[in-house]
């Protein structure tokens, strides 16, 4: 017979799947008429060429294309009129890739074309890729105790809030001056400075890149018209150093919020060891009247003494009246 914890873990795992099924139906009923509708236009592109052009056989026709469209998705143009900006792998290219690359964001748009440049991708990739998710992590921890720890001490010294009310506020303020800077002003600056990009396009990109799943859809910097494309680029680089800094902060404060260890203690098969965690912080009650203590640091909690209620019974010491 199934325990309870193997019951809870599957039926996450069916829940995880129809939650793919959805939205691989969702996806398929949004994108696939607009798939239908770019191929009949392409088909009709492709008629009337032929029949303005009756000297080209269609099979050199398709096999031009095929070529071209091969050395256009290795980030090389296939037009004439190339002008300098156009160059896939400069210093300020090869940076825009290290950075994308090593944040796990990926636009795909260039790749190491030599097989010298993908061995060297994958060794770069099994060192950088791990120290810079570390240092990401780092400089977020380093935030939390900065914008949540010490501002909430201070403001529960001096106002009778309970602590998980205060955390809650703090979090919806918090985050939403995060999206505020990392996304909703972002796509501002970005419909203004892409062309082609309206304001919903720049809030996807800029959605798209932060979660790290970088489809390459949408890349900054590509247009040959771009304005000081090596610096747009730098710049580029660094908010999506920055807004990750601002993604793993968020979630660091979720889980807290959430209380993540405990919930995830529950689908863990035979796992008892993981209520250590909430042990300890039962360790401190949350009451209005103790000074505020961060959750994560467990060096800093204090022990409440055995004779803060003298109509508890002490259970950590011989009681003298016994006879």
Avoid at 54 to 61: D, V
Avoid at 257 to 274: A, M, P, R, V, W
Wanted: charged content about 15%; some cysteine.
């Amino acid at each position: 017979m199934m325990s309870h914890r193997a019951l809870l873990f599957l039926l996450l795992l069916v829940s995880y799947v129809l939650y793919l099924v959805i939205g691989a139906f969702i996806f398929s009923t949004l994108e696939q008429p607009y798939e239908n509708q770019l191929r009949e236009k392409v088909e009709s592109l492709w008629d009337d060429f032929l029949q303005n052009h009756p000297c080209l056989s269609e099979e050199k026709l398709e096999d031009f294309l095929r070529k071209a469209l091969l050395v256009k998705s290795f980030g090389v143009s296939v037009l004439r009129n190339i002008s300098g900006f156009e160059v896939r792998w400069d210093f300020v290219s090869s940076l825009f890739f290290a950075g994308t690359t090593l944040t796990t964001i990926g636009y795909g748009h260039p790749f190491p074309i030599s097989l010298s440049g993908k061995l060297f991708c994958l060794f770069y990739s099994i060192i950088g890729i791990p120290l810079t998710l570390s240092l990401l992590s780092i400089a977020a921890r380093n935030l939390l105790i900065l914008l949540r720890d010490k501002p909430l001490q201070i403001i529960h010294l001096h106002w009778s809030i309970s602590q998980n009310k205060l955390e809650w506020i703090h979090a919806i303020v918090l985050i939403s001056l995060l999206s505020l800077l990392f996304f909703f002003i972002p796509a501002v600056v970005f419909n203004n400075l892409e062309v082609d990009w309206g304001y919903v396009d720049a809030l996807y990109f800029c959605f798209i890149s932060l979660s790290t799943v970088g489809l390459g859809d949408y890349v900054p910097g590509e247009q040959s018209s771009q304005r000081m494309p090596a610096l747009y680029k730098i710049m580029v680089i660094c908010y999506l150093i920055t807004g990750l800094v601002a993604v793993f902060l968020v979630v660091e404060m979720l889980k807290n919020l959430i209380k993540h260890n405990q919930i995830l203690s529950l689908f863990l098969l035979g796992c008892e060891d993981g209520r250590r965690a909430e042990e300890i912080d039962h360790v401190l009650p949350y009451d209005s009247e103790i000074p505020f203590v961060p959750k994560h640091d467990e060096t800093t909690r204090r022990r409440v003494p055995h004779s803060v209620s003298p109509t508890e019974k002490s259970y950590g010491s011989i009681n003298p009246t016994f006879t």
